[in-house]
């Protein structure tokens, strides 16, 4: 293994293809195994009852950018009390998306899963170690198997490209 590992640092060092292909494939896979290690970790969040102020999207970079190719991102504040501390959170997701141009509507894609109960009180997950941080979407097993899935696909692509006949 250690062989392989510094024969393929050897083909990246003279810039040859499969050296660069392979330590640009571990680097997806760290990547990706990170977040998919992230999203295992915000399943276990506890949640808190809480009061949602606003929700909808903005223009990226705050508001009054005027203009209608300007990127639209999922936005959301609201209120919620752990262990009798109160927290605004304004995070929708662990994904992160913007829009622009015709394509802006799809910035309402996050919004639109948010359960809102029609007095305004909505289901918020926080960090346990770090109330401040929360999120009102929960990540779901789509999240999980679409890394995963991506996690198999960028192996399999080094794997077929190099390694299979």
């Known amino acids: 293994m250690l062989d392989y590992l510094r024969d393929m640092l050897d083909l990246a060092l003279r810039k040859e293809v499969q050296g660069i292909h392979f330590w640009a494939t571990v680097y997806v896979l760290v990547v990706l195994g990170g977040s998919l290690w992230h999203v295992l970790k915000v399943r276990a969040w506890p949640h808190a009852e809480g009061q949602l102020l606003s929700l909808g999207i903005r223009p990226l970079g705050g508001a009054g950018l005027g203009s209608g190719d300007a990127d639209h991102v999922p936005s959301a504040l609201y209120r919620y009390q752990v262990n009798g501390q109160e927290f605004l959170g304004h995070e929708i997701s662990v994904w992160k998306m913007s829009a622009s141009g015709l394509l802006k509507n799809a910035a309402y894609v996050l919004p639109r899963l948010v359960a809102v109960e029609p007095t305004g009180r909505v289901r918020i ?9 929360s999120l009102l979407l929960r990540p779901g ?16 692509l080094y794997l077929w490209s190099w390694h299979l006949p």
Not at 148 to 153: H, I, P, S
């Open 141 to 156: 097993w789509m999240s999980l198997c679409s890394l995963t899935v991506a996690m198999g696909l960028t192996a399999a």
């Open 125 to 133: 997950y926080y960090h346990p170690k770090h109330p401040n941080k």
